[in-house]
């Protein structure tokens, strides 16, 4: 044999058995080498030995793991550490606290849709007339609307409705108070979605005077009472000659001062549609409340938040690039005389003016409005209360806790 293959055949004490092809295997202790040209029994421990030298070569090969040094450990610590602590405030804060710390406020309650579906305000959808219809929701950014000006919460206040909340323990009420001269305000579920009943007929109002001051809508013009319009629940229309006419501006007296259903129905349909007053609503910057129907509304599809009645109100009053001076002193003057004064107006003291719009559904009842004390004082309040079928305890809600805001506000 050449020496290059002598050599190359000895390398490490391997025979030339090791290299030639061949299959093995153990039996009993023992190995059996088979090879193209020659059989050998080999022994355990010759196959141990070779196979060692093998396993030692290996393991010089394997590249050293590098360890974290000292300062290395320290930093990556520190960074942990970091964010554990700008995250964990936060998100206990905003969601375990949210969700699992029970609030002392029994009737105040965490809203887990918004929770669970944080971005189902994305997107406004109605379904209208057998059809689904998708719009752009609310925009802050070009809002016709401007928010409220608030200031800081009235603790005393809403601890006062709180308590006397919990002597109500079957209503859940909805509660919005702002005061014009502080810009300090009250929120107890304000944000929260509630049945309008026919407190809707406010953000109709103001469409049908968006539409006049748009030169689309007269308030001299008039319209037929048809029997396609004539439906039950509140207002005298129902019961007057069919094919009558009315004015728009005898409509809309109507549509406030006795919550009439026919002339609202009336005049949704002379502005155009619910479609229409609904997307009016989100280009004035408002995300929750919405048209569903045509009154009345027993199902209670139709809702909104006692904040955004607020805002509503407020920029009826404030607003003037919302609306012109005399469609404000219209609307406030149709709200000064509704005749329903059995809710927020019963709190009041002698002499207070309320403009306002009622609403009641059976299972909802609410008021929403601004008022002037006679010593000046003015504030925005919106009270929506979800009750039993038309439980008593409601309206007595509503009129206790208007005469405690009353009362603190005028002190």
């Known amino acids: 044999m050449p020496k290059i293959a ?15 092809y061949s299959n093995s295997f153990r039996y009993e202790q023992q190995s059996y080498s088979y090879s193209s040209s020659s059989y050998r029994r080999t022994s355990k421990a010759e196959y141990d030995e070779r196979y060692r030298h093998l396993r030692e070569e290996n393991r010089h090969n394997k590249r050293p793991r590098k360890r974290k040094t000292l300062a290395q450990s ?6 942990i550490l970091f964010l554990f602590a700008c995250v964990m405030p ?8 949210a969700m699992f710390v029970p609030t002392p406020y029994k009737n105040i309650q965490t809203d887990l849709k918004d929770l669970s579906f944080p971005t189902h305000n994305y997107l406004s959808n109605a379904w209208s007339m057998g059809n689904r219809d998708f719009r752009f929701a609310a925009s802050e950014k070009n809002a016709q609307m401007v928010p409220v000006k608030e200031n800081v919460n009235m603790p005393v206040l809403q ?7 919990a002597q109500y323990p079957t209503i859940q009420p909805s509660v919005y108070v702002w005061d014009y001269e502080t810009g300090n305000y009250v929120d107890i579920n304000a944000s929260k979605v509630y049945a309008t009943a026919s407190i809707i007929k406010i953000p109709v109002l103001i469409d049908l005077f968006k539409s006049i001051e748009a030169g689309q809508v007269s308030l001299e013009e008039t319209m037929p009472l048809t029997e396609y319009f004539r439906t039950e629940g509140s207002g005298s229309l129902q019961f007057k000659a ?19 259903n026919s002339a609202t129905n009336m005049l949704m349909t002379r502005i155009g549609s619910m479609v229409d007053v609904n997307q009016a609503i989100r280009d004035w910057g408002l995300k929750n409340t919405e048209v569903q129907t045509w009154l009345p509304d027993y199902a209670g599809t139709n809702h909104t938040t006692a904040r955004e009645m607020g805002r509503m109100l407020y920029n ?27 809710l927020i107006h019963a709190g009041l003291g002698a002499g207070a003016v309320f403009l306002h719009k009622t609403g009641d559904i059976g299972t909802m009842l609410g008021d929403a409005g601004i008022v002037i004390a006679p010593n000046g004082k003015k504030y925005i309040v919106v009270i929506l209360a979800n009750r039993p079928h038309n439980a008593i305890e409601g309206k007595d809600f509503i009129v206790h806790a208007s005469e405690l805001i009353y009362n603190y506000m005028v002190k």
């Open 6 to 20: 002598r050599a190359y055949n000895n390398r490490d004490g391997q025979t030339s058995e090791m290299l030639s």
């Open 74 to 79: 320290i930093v990556s610590g520190s960074i």
């Open 242 to 260: 069919a094919m009558s006419e009315y004015t728009i501006d005898k409509l809309a007296e109507l549509m406030i001062t006795e919550s009439d």
């Open 159 to 165: 601890s006062e409705l709180t308590n006397l909340m």
């Open 316 to 342: 009826i009053d404030e607003n003037d690039k919302f609306l012109t001076q005399e469609s404000r002193a219209k609307i406030l003057n149709y709200m000064g005389h509704v005749h329903n004064n059995r």
């Open 90 to 97: 936060f998100a206990f804060n905003n969601i375990t606290k």
